[in-house]
């Protein structure tokens, strides 16, 4: 494709500093050499002395010029072409010279000139390198600095610049799975292309929007997407580069951002990361007054309360710690609203995926929403991960499309870790891990409450995990029966029932199961008021960092009551396990040849495994009824 007018600039402008740097290379070479005196003037060639002496002494000379580190000689010339000169260096130390002595004895014309004394003269010898590598030295200054405004470039804002005609812009169709967010936004979009609409009622936009949500669940997005729609100059930045070594330079920073929003008005300024300059003054920080973030804080601060009404710039940012900010950062007039970006739903996380599945081939066997049931509290970085994940699947296979089992390969290697391909179990642990898979898969398919089985498996994964059973909610729920909790305990416990049950012994691959299984039932008895003996109470409470993740129990109850609390976890934990044991008796020809399937095929679907379970019932009644017998 033949490159454009402007394309062609660009590139001659991409050059052109290339260019100018080695130009200040070359004089700084130049300087050093003629400073040093490596490095002289082209002037008259130079002869040996003794050759000289000689030429002197047979008439061959026609004059002299005698310097005090050299002597010029002109030779002799025919009758219209003057002589050449050339000439010879001088012998250091030498009072009586026998070259000016031979120029004497001939009778040559001698003419001396002196060394040059002036002043001028040896100011230049020392200032002319040093003015040429000082301006080689600012030329490739400038040129390091040249994107933040030349040598001083530093004391610049370092905000960039969406440029619209360079990439295509973010609209709102691009963000799913954020609606409430995105409907908070949308009469931002309005009052940037509209603003008189809303002045004219005396109604003024918020100066501040802070999006709240956990990483990756698309705040820089939804910003970049608010700027799309406006069709407004859009300046992004991390909070973490307002604050450098020097004190002083984050406030100059901020001053210079808003001033360049202002000049592009209307337009977005966008701090991504806030907390990092944004932090609550006081405690230990208090005592250093003049921090440099603290001033970057206060200029942050002047700059939103400074916003003119008149002037249609928004600031926009985001943070995943909104606990740690200052009040007089959150205070009405600055950060008036405040929108949380959440993780998606079930629907939401199926809108996402449909989004990053625009710019992939699907195959026809696809079901975006069974992946969207497998991936609850993934955010929309990860489920932009899962579909290049699919499609990076796909081409190791060589298929033109990515289907359904490319996603499961996704799914399965960001949920459970890479195949163990080089562990290699013996036949009797391979078949205790079928035992205890299939154990999990029956006990969930014989409790109505638990939810359906889509998968097992007794393929070794990175993450530890000999086998898996994998269950998918047949849609998500924000609510949990008591009846349901038990379910998924029992679920739980049935791996290490079947172990019992059909080896006669239990085995280690349980601790996972036994230690998600006593968390479960803790948390009914201490903070879902689902205990039998201690009723309503709430006996723990949760602290830590929720939008991160981090989250750790607090006990609120005394010895005595925190004893009954074990117990009571210890009883209900037995009481599951026991029924879980005795669905399995129940189905032991069933237990039996899950466990042979999975030995052989490694794998089962939820369909397989239900077939195989029912034979099993259907034998097992007609092997128990009276007309069989």
Not at 483 to 512: F, K, P
Request: glycine share 8%.
């Amino acid at each position: 494709m033949t490159p454009t007018t402007h394309q062609l600039q660009g590139m001659a402008d991409e050059r052109r500093p290339a260019s100018r740097a080695w130009l200040g290379y070359l004089l700084i070479a130049g300087a050093i050499l003629v400073f040093s005196g490596i490095l002289r003037p082209l002037g008259r060639p130079l002869v040996p002395y003794d050759e000289a002496v000689a030429e002197v002494r047979r008439g061959e000379v026609a004059s002299a010029v005698v310097k005090p580190d050299e002597i010029e000689l002109i030779r002799r010339g025919e009758a219209q072409r003057p002589g050449e000169r050339v000439r010879v260096t001088r012998l250091p130390g030498v009072e009586d010279e026998p070259l000016v002595r031979a120029l004497l004895d001939q009778g040559v014309r001698i003419e001396a000139k002196s060394a040059p004394s002036s002043a001028w003269m040896q100011v230049a010898i020392w200032l002319v390198p040093l003015v040429l590598i000082n301006a080689a030295f600012f030329m490739m200054l400038r040129r390091s600095g040249q994107g933040a405004g030349g040598p001083l470039g530093f004391l610049r804002s370092k905000a960039k610049v969406y440029d619209r005609s360079k990439q295509e812009p973010v609209r709102f169709s691009d963000v799913a799975g954020v609606d409430e967010a995105k409907d908070e936004l949308v009469e931002v979009v309005d009052f940037l292309r509209e603003p008189s609409r809303y002045r004219s009622l005396g109604g003024r936009i918020p100066r501040g929007l802070l999006l709240i949500g956990p990483p990756g669940t698309g705040k820089t997005l939804l910003a970049r997407a608010v700027a799309g729609e406006a069709n407004v100059p859009f300046f992004s930045l991390n909070a973490s580069e307002f604050v450098e070594m020097f004190v002083g330079l984050g406030a100059a920073r901020v001053r210079e951002l808003f001033e360049e929003a202002r000049k592009s008005a209307p337009s977005i300024v966008f701090i991504d990361e806030i907390d990092a300059v944004g932090r609550t003054r006081g405690g230990l920080s208090a005592i250093s007054t003049h921090d440099e973030r603290e001033q970057t804080l206060h200029q942050l601060l002047a700059e939103l309360d400074g916003f003119d009404a008149r002037t249609t710039v928004i600031l926009m940012a985001a943070t995943n710690r909104p606990e740690v900010l200052d009040p007089a950062l959150l205070r009405p007039g600055r950060f008036d609203r405040q929108v949380i970006v959440d993780r998606p739903d079930l629907r939401g996380r199926e809108a996402i995926l449909a989004v990053h599945a625009r710019r992939v081939p699907l195959a026809n066997d696809v079901d975006l929403g069974l992946v969207a049931r497998r991936t609850p509290g993934m955010v929309g970085a990860d489920l932009a991960k899962i579909v290049n994940e699919a499609a990076l699947a796909g081409a190791r296979r060589g298929a033109k499309e990515i289907g359904q089992v490319d996603f499961d390969e996704a799914l399965d290697r960001s949920q459970l870790g890479l195949r163990r391909r080089g562990q290699i179990m013996t036949a009797e642990d391979r078949r205790r891990v079928a035992y205890h898979e299939a154990g999990h898969a029956l006990v969930a398919l014989a409790l109505p409450a638990a939810d359906p089985v889509e998968r097992v498996s007794i393929v070794a994964r990175t993450i530890g995990a000999l086998g898996v059973t994998i269950q998918v909610p047949r849609d998500e729920r924000q609510l949990a029966t008591e009846q349901e909790i038990e379910s998924r305990v029992t679920v739980m416990l049935g791996g290490r029932a079947a172990e019992e049950v059909a080896l006669g012994q239990v085995s280690s691959g349980a601790h996972d199961d036994l230690g998600r299984a006593t968390a479960l039932v803790r948390e009914m008895v201490t903070r879902l008021g689902m205990s039998r003996r201690l009723g309503l109470p709430a006996l723990s409470r949760n602290v830590g960092a929720p939008m991160l993740g981090v989250i750790q129990e607090e006990r609120t109850c005394s010895e005595e009551t925190a004893r009954e609390v074990d117990e009571e976890v210890r009883e209900r934990l037995g009481e599951m396990y026991l029924k879980a044991k005795q669905l399995l008796v129940d189905r032991r020809e069933g237990l039996e040849a899950a466990a042979e399937a999975l030995v052989l095929k490694e794998t089962l679907r939820g369909e397989e495994l239900e077939r195989i379970a029912a034979v099993s019932t259907r034998r097992k009644i007609s092997v128990g009824s009276p007309s069989a017998a």
